[in-house]
Antibody
Framework: QVQLVESGGGVVQPGMSLRLSCAAS????????MQWVRQAPGKGLEGVAV????????WYGDSVQGRFSISRDNSRNTLYLQMNSLRPEDTATYYC??????????WGQGNRVTVSS | ETVLTQSPDFQSVTPKEKVTITCRAS??????LHWYQQKPNQSPKLLIK???QSISGVPSRFSGSGSGTDFTLTINSLEAEDAATYYC?????????FGQGTKLELK
């Protein structure tokens, strides 16, 4: 069965960095685009970044452009989100999600990131 | 950017009730509209894809309709376990966007 297992979250101070990982299994990881979606406490869903199946096409949301970097290692079936210059407004639960040519058909369990001094 | 506006934001519901949630797009998105259910402290779950296509394992009481700019998620004969927040999501054009969510709470 499809599994997306996230790791790497935690509490950091403003300006610091953090890297999230999402280990995928149960499907042909190298054949599907992947996304990071976040949800601030008590708020709705926000798309953060998208990466094509081969990593050749990448998109970032305006709020993270220039600070976050999405990447993937298809040999390790793993998706990454490098988050630099973190701000308090980046505090959220971060989900990795598998994109099935449009809809997000599988989601990770979520990884909480708290940015606070 | 395509803005998705859901209505209502909140609805108090009773079991066996028929519930309708609407999602309006700020520009035409064809049928590239998907619906998710999120229960407290859980990840979102895909309910309906491409406006009206059913998802394996999702109860048949959930259905979707619409195209262009106006879409509807219908829950026929709501069950207590359907109390959750529902989101629409468009994949027609980047940035892919979500509606603000509709929270269904049991009376």
């Amino acid at each position: 069965q499809v599994q997306l297992v996230e790791s790497g979250g935690g509490v950091v101070q403003p300006g610091m960095s953090l890297r999230l990982s999402c280990a995928a299994s149960g499907f042909a990881f190298r054949s599907f685009a992947m996304q990071w979606v976040r949800q601030a406490p008590g708020k709705g869903l926000e798309g953060v970044a998208v990466i094509s199946y081969d990593g050749s096409n990448i998109w970032y949301g305006d709020s993270v452009q220039g600070r976050f970097s999405i990447s993937r290692d298809n040999s390790r079936n793993t998706l990454y989100l490098q988050m630099n210059s973190l701000r308090p407004e980046d505090t959220a639960t971060y989900y990795c999600a598998k994109e099935d040519w449009g809809p997000l058909d599988y989601w990770g369990q979520g990884n909480r990131v708290t940015v606070s001094s | 950017e395509t803005v998705l506006t859901q209505s209502p934001d909140f609805q108090s519901v009773t079991p066996k009730e028929k519930v309708t949630i609407t999602c309006r797009a700020s520009q035409s998105i064809g049928s590239s509209l998907h619906w998710y259910q999120q229960k407290p402290n859980q990840s979102p779950k895909l309910l309906i894809k491409f406006a009206s296509q059913s998802i394996s394992g999702v109860p048949s009481r959930f259905s979707g309709s619409g195209s262009g700019t106006d879409f509807t998620l219908t829950i026929n004969s709501l069950e207590a376990e359907d109390a959750a927040t529902y989101y629409c999501h468009q994949s027609q054009s980047l940035p892919y966007t979500f509606g603000q969510g509709t929270k269904l709470e049991l009376k």
